[in-house]
């Protein structure tokens, strides 16, 4: 390899990080980072949640200034002072939480802050008509039509808007689209769609950088593979030559607890003594045309799976029984009591309480520490004589939760916004389990963490049942919620289309296979 022993930049060299280093106060983010991207190929970021993926990226993209170390484009060192240095080097970014405008149509989305106008020198009125000419070409391509560009993006899902980016990335001749964590979002059809067009850039010659926490995503469309663990570069392999343990093994170097509890089977927790208690029953329960006629129980110490494709109606239920849309047909009982819920204020009341979806919107208080991050929903349970806040048994509740979760941070009284990714949804499933609830609701549970934590959280379900409550686990992964649940329904068209059980031993790949694939069948067939 001349090129390695030269540092010249290979033929195919785009991009090339040279020990790379970030610190902020009281924290490395990176540690000595090196990375390089060849021409046309797709390049996977792994890492624990922390390792330091997204701080990587926010430098690469010019939104985040190294402490030292260089990046090189072409084999030419440049400076990314801000994001247009990046966009205008042909490097384009598309963040963990989508920053596009929703209220904007996609047209002016795609051209923010570099509208094409009229007039001599571009400095007239907007030219709309030489903006949608300019994306003409690749609109098609990526499933959009001429209409769609006047729309507003905030009328899509989460696959147009990445695909509002990635056609933005085209329309400046980009040469480089990092992803940060693109499919965590989407459901399983999506993402399907998603790879295909990223496998559409690569064939223009456009290099991607993608981080996904989800290793099966990788093989059969990914190149090469680069791990980070602590701020650092461990390792860069060919996709072909890395199993997944290999790949696991690297993420989480020598820490062999988390690879023991990998390794681990499924855990089935201790159930509480029969007769269980139903805790929760829908009857009929109808919100036209989102939900039609839902019925199910759950009961305590039990794990209910939910499963669909998008747009099956999961989170419309979870949201009919947390009060946030109001039903049109048939009852919700609690105990055995028909309830009225109206809001999620009622739902709290009862006893309900839920993991949401997005964090960015639902979760999280970005600017107060983690502490009162954990316990916002329930203060009174830190308050001494119910009055003053205990601020040290604030604290400690909320410590016992980082070290349980592993949450990575400087400690309780950091600000939330300053955690990765994963490590906030860390908190927002904290926070709710401190509401003592008797059913929590957990939608996508797992988004966007990182494979030695997935278990952390699984085992933290199986816990709360176990001490007699209920959990309701709506998840686009199906191993997921073979691992998790003791039944699994599976809807459709906002219907309950069937229920399968998975086997609880855990370990006959057959019998998961069987369970798969029934599942896949019932969310598929069409109604008659
Ligand atoms: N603005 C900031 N201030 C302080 N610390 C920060 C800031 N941004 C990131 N960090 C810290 O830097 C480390 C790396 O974070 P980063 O977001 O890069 O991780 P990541 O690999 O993207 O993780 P995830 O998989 O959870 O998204 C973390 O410990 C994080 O808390
Ligand atoms: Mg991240």
């Known amino acids: 390899m001349p090129d390695r022993d030269t540092q010249e930049p290979g033929p195919q060299e785009l991009l090339r990080v040279e020990g790379v280093v970030k610190h902020y106060p009281g924290v490395v983010a990176l540690s000595g980072v090196s990375l390089d ?104 391509d990526f499933g959009l039509t001429e209409r769609d560009l006047r729309r507003p993006v905030g009328e899509f899902g989460a696959l147009t ?12 001749d980009a040469r480089l689209v990092i992803l940060d964590e693109p ?105 036209r045309p989102v939900l039609r006629g839902v019925s199910l129980t759950i009961a305590g110490g039990e794990i209910l799976g939910v499963a669909g494709v998008a747009g099956a109606g999961r989170t419309e239920l979870a949201r009919a029984i947390l009060g946030a849309d109001r039903i049109d047909g048939g009852r919700i009982l609690v105990d055995g009591e028909p309830v009225r819920i109206r809001h999620p204020r009622d739902a709290y009341r009862l006893g309900i309480a839920m993991v949401p979806e997005e964090r960015k919107t639902l979760g999280i208080l970005a600017d107060f520490p983690l502490d009162k991050n954990t316990t916002v929903s329930r203060l009174g349970k830190v308050a001494r004589l119910g009055l003053m806040l205990d601020r040290r048994r604030e604290r400690a509740v909320t410590r016992d939760y980082i070290d349980e979760l592993g949450v990575r941070t400087t400690g309780a009284g950091e600000r939330i916004r300053n955690l990765s990714g994963g490590n906030q949804q860390k908190i927002v499933i904290a926070r709710c389990l401190f509401t003592g609830p008797r059913l929590i609701i957990f939608d996508e549970p797992t988004q966007g963490i990182d494979v030695a934590a997935k278990a952390e959280v699984y085992r933290l379900i199986h816990r709360f049942v176990a001490g007699g409550g209920a959990a309701l686990v709506i998840s686009s992964e199906i191993p997921e919620l073979l691992h998790v649940s003791d039944r699994i329904l599976v809807m459709r068209e906002g219907a309950i289309a069937g229920e399968v059980r998975p086997d609880l031993r855990g370990d006959d790949l057959e019998a998961d296979e069987r369970v798969s694939a029934e599942i896949m069948s019932l969310a598929a067939r069409s109604v008659a």
């Open 183 to 287: 499919t965590s979002g989407l459901a399983e059809e999506e993402r399907v769609m998603l790879f295909d067009h990223m496998r559409r850039l690569r064939e223009r010659g456009i290099s991607l950088v993608w981080v996904t926490h989800r290793l099966d995503e990788l093989y059969g469309l990914v190149d090469r593979i680069t791990v980070l663990r602590d701020g650092r570069t461990v390792a860069t392999t060919d996709t072909t030559e890395s199993t997944p343990a290999d790949l696991v093994r690297l993420m989480v170097g020598r820490k062999t607890t988390s690879l023991g509890v990998i390794a681990e089977g499924r855990t089935p927790a201790e159930r509480p003594a029969d007769p269980r208690a139903e805790v929760l029953r829908l009857e009929n329960v109808s919100r």
């Open 37 to 140: 991207v060849r021409a046309g190929e797709i390049h996977a970021l792994l890492g624990e949640n922390g390792a330091g993926k997204s701080t990587l990226i926010n430098v690469l993209s010019g939104t985040t200034q190294p402490t030292s170390g260089q990046v090189l484009v072409a084999g030419e060192p440049v400076q990314l002072r801000r994001p247009r240095d990046a966009q205008d080097l042909g490097i384009t970014t598309i963040h963990q939480e989508l920053s596009l405008a929703p209220e904007l149509t996609v047209l002016q989305n795609i051209f923010l802050g570099r509208e094409l106008r009229r007039g001599p020198f571009g400095r007239g009125l907007l030219d709309e008509h030489a903006m949608s000419a300019r994306v003409q070409g690749v609109i098609a």
């Open 161 to 172: 808007q990445h695909v509002v980016e990635i056609i933005k990335a085209l329309a400046f």
